[in-house]
């Protein structure tokens, strides 16, 4: 796990110990693009570490999150939903299916320096999230709604 090095580090500056367990489920953070819940980590992880628990598994995303290591994207109408990814991205949220993909966003920092000369405040980084129907459920949306049309 040597890839993890600058997050272990980052662990031990903020005085957290570094545990087999919490490297695993950054480990497993790191290498998803799902964004998934506890329950989704634990699921995957319990078979090959069956010593890890789900509370440990919240216990290590709250402090992950803490530290500025993982996103907790708060998804709306269900499960909190986090993401390894802790680069300026956007997200887009499924409102039927419950996907969640990353997207850049161009020119993102231009509003952001905008909104910072307007208000003058100190910003650190924005988070623009859109919501809406992913392609696959706006085209099974639209194929539904073509059979119910009369001919």
């Not at 319990?46 to 994207?73: C, F, H, Q």
């Not at 887009?92 to 990353?102: Q, S, V």
Request: overall charge neutral; some cysteine.
């Amino acid at each position: 796990m040597k890839h993890l090095e600058p997050y272990i580090n980052r662990l031990k500056n903020f005085g957290y110990k570094v545990t087999h367990q919490r490297l695993v489920v950054l480990d497993y953070l790191q290498h998803s693009k799902e964004h998934p819940s506890a329950e989704t980590i634990y699921n995957d992880l319990k078979e090959r570490y069956p010593t890890i628990s789900l509370a440990t598994i919240y216990n290590t995303l709250e402090m992950l999150t803490r530290v500025g290591l993982v996103l907790d994207l708060g998804a709306p109408e269900e499960r909190r939903r986090f993401d390894g990814n802790t680069s300026d991205h956007s997200h887009f949220f499924c409102t039927n299916c419950g996907k969640i993909e990353d997207i850049v966003v161009p020119g993102v920092e231009k509003v952001m320096n905008k909104v910072k000369q307007d208000t003058s405040r100190h910003i650190d980084r924005c988070r623009l999230d859109f919501f809406g129907r992913c392609a696959v459920c706006e085209s099974e949306n639209n194929n539904h709604s073509d059979k119910q049309r009369p001919d």
